[in-house]
């Protein structure tokens, strides 16, 4: 069974071990006098089931698969000659891979050494027995944990103190999950950005003005020795995430004052969902109405008008990295205004002033805090797109302030640095690290920013 219908069938037993065991409180309740003299509503009782059944099995199954592989490949090499298992980790893991291949059918049995079939059929063996294996024992051990929480059922257990603890623990996990993920990807980032800058030092790193981390594999051949200063995938960065607010920010809180103070019902029932579906178009069909449509049009008009813009311009794609930033800031501080205290309006209103007065000078200083965070988000979102800067601005890394020219970004590069075979402990690929650890430090800097200036103004308008 596979895993996804085995995790299926365990949600249907957890369905079934919920309403037997809050039937199975219902019916002592009867027994009872009422429902009011059981320790925990019947809900509780079923809801315990289901986590007893659910929670250890889920567990049990996740330690399987993360050591099922392992286990196999452990086994599968045990039965290989000596002299065909090479000691080399890359030449090892390839010698897994390729057998792992054979088993699977990607490469055909006819063309592969006798070792290696054999191997390839053991795993393939081996990967059955484990399939079987963890499908019997986790519909037996959810069988037993079915029983035990049915039985458990009686009106002297306390299910919903169990209940809630089980969850409070669930969520502590969850956070907790969350938070080592996040530590561990700054430590993986900061790992291989130690080692890139003891290949390019630091210095020339954030200062440089020349970007070319094209490296030869070996040490006669020429360009051995690329050329790592950031400067212009920071300059161009910056470049498309302005041309993209300036867009953006006017237009989507001009669209969140008018929907949320102007517009009357009908209007804003038909204009904020269709709004909103910018959001969800993918990034690539962005790219390519940048480099199809807008691109083309832009230099057709610098044309017209004497102006030489390039096929690939940071104006392109900015303009459309704008747009499609649009609902972020405009969903987020439609929420902000609307949540403004009316009692705010109807003071100002009572005062004299005209409703445009009070959406200027009460409205949006109280919104203020939340108008700022929207845009933030919307800055970190241009700073991380990357399609449309693929599309539409381009590869090259001109050191250029004009947005009528072809830039590149930082994350740009970054897919360009590690997509295809590459050294791992090169410069070229650490390289990539250490522009991610850039954009973390960015992000950081305009999330502090970001709280400083919602605490100033929180204080000031609570």
Not at 35 to 40: D, G, P, T, V, W
Not at 348 to 364: F, N, P, Q, Y
Not at 443 to 460: D, G, H, P, S
């Amino acid at each position: 069974m596979q895993t996804s219908t085995l995790v299926l069938f365990l949600f249907v037993i957890a369905v079934f071990a919920f309403y037997s065991s809050q039937n199975r409180s219902i019916s002592i309740a009867g027994k009872l006098g009422g429902i009011r003299k059981l320790s925990s509503l019947p809900s509780y009782y079923g809801t315990y089931s289901v986590l007893l059944t659910l929670v250890p099995v889920l567990l049990f199954i996740s330690l399987w698969i993360s050591l099922d592989q392992l286990v196999i490949e452990r086994l599968v090499v045990e039965k290989i000659p000596k002299e065909y298992v090479p000691l080399n980790t890359s030449d090892y893991q390839l010698m897994i891979n390729k057998i792992m291949s054979i088993s699977g059918g990607i490469i055909k049995n006819d063309s592969v050494p006798s070792w290696q079939l054999d191997a390839a059929v053991r795993m393939r063996q081996l990967s059955v027995i484990s399939q079987w294996s963890i499908t019997c024992l986790s519909i037996f051990m959810a069988s037993i944990l079915v029983y035990w929480g049915f039985r458990r059922v009686s009106e002297n257990f306390n299910a919903r103190p169990v209940v809630e603890t089980i969850m409070e623990r669930m969520l502590l996990a969850s956070a907790c999950i969350a938070i080592f993920t996040t530590i561990g990807i700054i430590f993986s980032v900061l790992f291989e950005s130690i080692q890139f800058f003891r290949k390019v030092p630091l210095f020339d790193f954030i200062f440089g003005l020349e970007w070319s981390p094209q490296t030869a594999i070996r040490e006669d051949q020429v360009g051995s020795s690329g050329s790592f200063g950031a400067v212009p995938l920071f300059v161009g960065t910056i470049l498309i995430s302005l041309v993209a607010m300036v867009i953006a920010v006017p237009i989507g809180l001009m669209s969140a004052i008018y929907l949320a103070e102007y517009a009357n019902t009908s209007v804003r029932a038909f204009a904020k969902p269709t709004l909103e579906i910018l959001a969800g178009i993918p990034t690539v069909v962005y790219g390519f109405f940048a480099a199809i449509t807008v691109a083309p049009v832009l230099r057709d008009f610098g044309e017209s008008v004497g102006l030489d813009i390039a096929s690939e311009s940071a104006l392109a794609a900015g303009a459309v990295m704008g747009i499609m930033i649009i609902p972020f800031i405009s969903s987020i501080a439609d929420d902000v205004i609307s949540a403004v205290p009316q009692s705010m309006r109807d003071g100002s209103l009572a005062m004299g002033a005209t409703h445009s007065e009070t959406v200027k000078r009460v409205v949006i200083p109280a919104a203020l805090p939340g108008i700022v965070g929207g845009i933030l988000l919307a800055i970190s979102r241009a700073i991380g797109e990357t399609m449309i800067v693929v599309m539409a601005a381009g590869l090259a890394a001109n050191l250029s302030i004009n947005p009528l020219d072809a830039v590149t970004t930082v994350t740009v590069q970054i897919v360009t640095l590690l997509t295809g075979d590459q050294e791992f402990d090169s410069a070229k690929t650490l390289a990539a690290f250490a522009l991610g650890l850039m954009l973390f430090v960015v992000t950081l800097m305009l999330n502090i920013f970001a709280l400083q200036i919602v605490k100033k103004y929180r204080e000031q308008y609570e």
